[in-house]
């Protein structure tokens, strides 16, 4: 019976990642395919930039449901501390990434590993989310914020000795990493989209001048 259960809490987990709610909410409410603009992704980034900023609101309360519902299985099914709930909550992070609604492509995993993150230590993940605020705010980059946030929840878990959560935020922050393999390019090349506020654009925008 337990077998059948975390089978199946894996596969709602899968399933809820995998809602492409960048791309569903982009052709619903405004009729625009946000693979087609932007940078082309499904995520919440490029759903502010091509959608607008509720849309993007939006986007990205959802994108962070999927993980915390997903990683909430255990604690719902009265599973927990047999199954933890990070272990369940991964496969959200797969799921927005290969997404089988959108024939295995999807996002970059930031917002739902955050939705994981969410269910299983709330003042982690408000740490994490300053840490994110704070970089955004430095750099005007979302790139650079995403993957200064990851990897903070990696050495935070590598410190406390939180075995667990140092392997799955590892992989998650590896599967990070990877899909910005293209925005760390632009990054050193000097040309990655910033957004329209903070220190980064500031002096971007006075440079120009």
Do not use: C
């Not at 199946?8 to 709610?21: E, K, N, R, T």
């Not at 994490?128 to 878990?157: C, D, K, R």
């Not at 990493?177 to 925005?183: D, G, T």
């Amino acid at each position: 019976m337990h077998i059948f259960l975390i089978g199946l809490m894996i596969v709602i987990a899968y399933f809820l990642g995998s809602i492409p709610s960048g791309l569903w909410v982009g052709k619903l409410m405004y009729n625009k395919d946000i693979r087609k603009e932007g940078s082309g992704n499904i995520g919440t980034t490029n759903a502010f930039r091509v959608l607008g900023t509720r849309a993007g609101i939006i986007v990205l309360l959802v994108d962070i449901l999927k993980g915390t519902l997903a990683a909430s299985q255990p604690y719902i099914l009265h599973m927990y501390p047999a199954v933890n709930p990070l272990l369940i909550g991964i496969f959200a992070s797969l799921g927005h990434t290969f997404s089988i609604f959108d024939n295995f492509h999807g996002g970059k995993a930031v917002a739902t590993s955050a939705g994981i993150l969410l269910a299983y230590n709330p003042p982690l993940f408000i740490l994490a989310a300053a840490v994110f605020v704070a970089m955004l705010l430095l750099t005007s980059m979302a790139s650079i914020a995403s993957m200064v946030g990851i990897s903070t929840i990696f050495i935070i878990a590598l410190v406390e000795g939180d075995v667990i959560l140092s392997i799955v935020a590892g992989i998650l922050t590896v599967l990070v990493f990877i899909r910005h393999r293209s925005n760390i390019m632009r990054i050193i090349q000097g040309k990655e989209s910033m957004v329209s506020f903070g220190l980064g654009n500031y002096l971007r925008q006075h440079h120009q001048h």
